[in-house]
């Protein structure tokens, strides 16, 4: 058995069914580009008349697209009528295969799920081939959103009595996902609400500090925020219904009352049964009774191998070696002699407590010892303990013990302390879903405090003006790159590259033109600053080899798109998205004319080489 | 419990094959079959109750019968015939045979007329599925008419005019011709409206769309370092455009005009809920001016109807939501083997909404067999 469908019999069968066109959903851009491949040599050829209304389509997008023209895939759409829609395509490339699909000229496209709302054309079937889906670096199931979704491109209104959602399987599928995603009903939406500095920065420009709490209230963060706290605060309610039986007695907190009343007793009654028969000179004995101390038993002599209390009456115990070699248990009290001498033992957690080798060391040393041993001075306190007195007197501060409201108080301690509890637990959190998105703000307000781009009342300083203005990811990282003019005597393609090594966020391998030095040195003092910056931000991936691209793509206007491409082993969509994403960035430092004059000029020069051949074909 | 099931559809499915029908279905009385089943080992007792009893491995023998006979109640035959199929895989076990009635332990060649006698009892007993003919049924193309819009649409449109709208239907609904169709009155009543989606694709796309409908020099487009034709009454732009358009509104910078602004359609704004992207939404929604109308286009999500309370508590007006969950072009789902095979997903011909189990059982057996094939062995699901 196959692993999964061959593309050629999945659109012969297709055909065969009257079930084309469709949208055949693949979990990677190279599954979708090995099933391009698969129709090279197959001969399930389109009609000759359809081959010609794909041409012609196909045509029409060249003429506006011209950078397609060339597209090695061309041949086997015309062939075949089927294409591939993915991510690593260009635009250019996607806008003529949904043209060709809304003209009804294809059989099938092989689409990645990934982007399953950029796939807005629908056919007359959807294939789908697996459950689980890249979201940025690992395998997620599919939502029943996004099944629905994917599946919802089945069916043209108009064109089609009904749509075909049709699942093959392969290694990657659970068919519980798919068949939870068809019958299901959506997942509720819950808001990712960020707060991110230039927010904070445009906020405070238009707002005082004080209307701020206000603004931040009307988002559907704090909408949802405010619809648990209401679950919560109903939960409140009833607590407090369940409270009213526990209401003030005799004392108005009855319950804190009972609660360090019951503390205080129990103290006192845990302290008894210990050690209260041992005399005072066998207690500050046994502080001393270490391993390795040399002990007298009446005549015989011994080692203390460890010390410890007996299960049942907790005595003072020790396991010692005697002479001769016996070891034995015995009462702390049998010692009657503490020398001031103790052996190098090393002991172990287990029978005999230590080691062999220790063992028959001691032995030896308890043989080679003098006759007599100065014994070890031991200071005996005086017999005057005061404790229990205290805890008496404290008890006699509580009433409870005549109070005629005591067995009620008893019984109810434990259910109304715990109703209390939970009480405390809900009003704490109920605070916290009210104010933390404030919360959150007034941080971020802290560290631009400490950055200086705004005062201590959280008014704009002239840093703060201009940095608002970088409304991008990594603001802090650039607007700090500017203050500390690392872009200074940077030429256009430098200050592109850093732009778009900040800009790119994948982690996909591959082979990229050489960096330049100079470019190399940069991008180091920006990952260095980026490092410092990551307390309050978190650092970009900056890699140099992505740099590189751009480098190239600006510093070399002869260079054309293919002979980029050819530079590396990036899909051409990555590509053009890098570049696109570096443009949105430049284009915001360009709106610094004002403060950075030299950069916003150089930001424009680095659009304008950026902007040529494929890049200036869509706005 | 895969197992039995499978046992049984191989045999539902390979029925006409008299050799692995080693003995007849017709019903057995009560009696019967607890004679039968009090002749099984008890390891074929529990085989059956796999599925059916839960704890059944706790059970002796008596009660296990018991139980089976208790379960089986409603779907006796069923039950009967997956027993007998159990039987007939235990071909070597030493049991006397089961009582039956001599007639029908007759092998092969007269069995046809009887077995389509007795066929009305087997798939009625267990999961009945539609017909891949009948699944099929209904494909084509619709007979051409003129576009009459869905009477949600109306309303849609209807309700722009006092109030912001959310819109949540299935994907494919037509959620454009709303777009389409507010963006033409607003125009109309020298309005200017905007339309952000949430990729730079869609917006080329939408921006080439919008000018076959409404005429070029009607529609512009706004990007991070490029405007064409800024100054038409309908501009496209993704959300984070918009976004610093606001900020800049706010800040005392009046770039777009904003004064003019009518309406503001949200294409795509499931995407409040991306986790990087989400803020944008909300923001935009947040800083939108009170004198425009907000139209938040969304796919199928759980719960429209807290984006649209939340906008009735911030915006000066009440929203109005307007959702629906039936397709336009009804959808049916099907299941593809990689031999070719294809045959219905569920049991019924649409999809059966809140009844993820009804599975059809070709489909079943056909993906269990190729999970049997495809894992490595020894590794079950």
Redesign the interface.
Known sequence: MPPSIHPVDLIIALREKHLTPAIVFLTSRRACDEAMQAFDHSHILLPPPRQQAIATVLDKVIAQYPSIAEHPLIPTVQRIGVAAHHAGHLPSWKIAVEELMRHGCLDAVFATTTLAAGVDFPARTVIITQSSIRKSRDFMDLTIGEVQQIAGRAGRRGKDLVGFAIVTPSPYIDLNVLTKGFTGHPEAINSQFVISYPMVLNLLKAHPLDQIQPILAKSFAQFQLNQRAEVLERKLDDLRDQMEPFGPRVCTDWITEWQTFDQVRRQKSHRAPVRRHEPPELAARFHFLTPGRVVGFGRSRGVVLRQYRSKGQKSPMITALRLGGGITESPASTVTEVSDRVLDCVDTPIYPWCTPESVEELLRHLEELPGRLPELPILIPKDNETIPDAIVQTLGDFACPTCPSRSACQRDYPLASKLRQEQHRHVKSIQALRTSLWHRFQEKIDVLQQFGYLTPAARLTDNGEWARLIRIDHSLLITELLRADAFNGADPAMLAAVMSSIAHDDDRPGAFPRVSSGLGSLLGQVRKLAVSLSPHEDPPLLRADIAAVTERWIGDPSLTWIGLCKSTTMAEGDIYRLLARTLEFLSQLRTLKGTHPGLADSASRAIAALRRGVLEELP | MRDEENGFVEELFHADHPSLVTHHLRIMTTEEIEQLLAQQPIALLHRLARGRVQRHFRAGKRRLIEVLLRHSAENRAGFESDLLTLIGEQQARPAPPPPQAPAARKPKPSAPPRRTAHRPVEPESHEPGVTLSSW?D?????P??T?VPDAWQEDAIAKLRESDVVVSV???S?KTYVAVEAARRAIAENRTVIYTS?????S??K??EFSKIFGADQVG?L????R?NGQAPLLIMTT?IL??LL?DA???EIDVRLDTLGLVILD?S???????R??VW??T??FCPSQAKLLLLS?????PH??A??LT??RPTPCHLIRHST??????????????K?TP??RTVG?????????HPEAKRL?A???D??LPSGRRR
């Open positions: 099929l209904g494909l084509g193309v619709p051409p008419q576009f299935p994907t494919g037509g949430p990729l730079k694709a869609l080329n796309t921006y080439t487009i990007t991070g370092d490029r064409d984070e976004r610093n900020y706010g800040g005392g795509e499931q995407y409040i809920a991306d986790p990087e989400g803020v909300e923001e929604i947040i796919a199928s999500i759980g719960n807290d984006i309370e939340w508590t911030i397709r336009t072009v009804p959808l049916r789902a099907g299941y593809l083997h990689p031999n070719g294809l997903f569920f999809i059966p909404h809140g009844h993820p189990s009804h599975l993906f067999q190729y999970e094939e495809t």
